[in-house]
């Protein structure tokens, strides 16, 4: 019966609100198959300091040693079209949650073509929201790819241990010096996790200074990992 009116509610939501692919305007899916593969996959790895032509095999080049971030992996290029268009109905209203499957599934086929497998000791911890952002949104669009990944990988998902303890002014309102002053010490580990030995992968929507993946890097790293 649960299931009967649950049907019944996605039947009339779509009837009234009919989804509308982000680069076509087709009707029936958020993002059409024809639009999904002009989005190209990037096939090589780039280092962490934002230098598009500096390709590596993998880890991070001699000037981003010093940084708590193991490495990069970066699925597509944020200056395509209907990615751009994709990510933001993902992260803005009207937020669209079903668009994490194709955006996930850009990042597997990213490891697929780079043949970077997943080691055993490895946990996914998606890039933490703080609670207002959480319950304006209805979701954290890092943690609904992070399940998508972690079901395909077959990787145990970690999302409530990492939190946001500080309301912030948005990053992508502000330069590369306001944003590391903006994201320091805004993130916290729960007690209750063991990371001793662990390799994590901080799930992220998009990368673009990289400060707050760094900021979250620096609190796991303190803590073992």
Request: with cysteine; glycine share 4%.
């Amino acid at each position: 019966m649960k299931y009967y009116f649950s049907s019944i509610k996605d039947y009339l939501i779509n009837l009234i609100f009919p989804k509308i692919c982000v680069g076509c305007q087709r009707e029936g899916t958020y993002l059409c198959e024809d639009c999904f593969s002009l989005v190209e996959v990037n096939p090589f790895c780039y280092c962490l300091c934002e230098k598009p032509q500096r390709i590596i095999d993998r880890g991070k080049c001699k000037k981003c040693q010093n940084k708590f971030l193991s490495g990069l992996f970066s699925a597509t290029s944020w200056e395509q079209k209907i990615l751009k268009k994709a990510i933001h109905r993902f992260k803005y209203a009207p937020y669209i949650k079903e668009l994490s499957l194709p955006l996930a599934y850009l990042i597997i086929l990213h490891f697929q073509m780079i043949e970077k497998s997943i080691p055993a000791d490895s946990l996914l911890m998606p890039v933490p929201l703080s609670p207002r952002k959480k319950r304006e949104r209805g979701f954290n669009q890092a943690e609904e790819l992070a399940k998508v990944l972690a079901k395909a990988w077959k990787v145990p998902l970690v999302s409530d241990k990492l939190v946001k303890i500080k309301n912030t002014t948005p990053q992508v309102e502000l330069k590369k010096e306001e944003r590391i002053k903006n994201i320091k010490g805004v993130f916290s580990l729960k007690n209750g996790i063991d990371l001793r030995g662990k390799k994590i992968f901080l799930i992220d929507d998009v990368y673009t200074t990289g400060v707050t993946l760094e900021e979250c890097a620096r609190v796991l790293k303190q803590a073992g990992a």
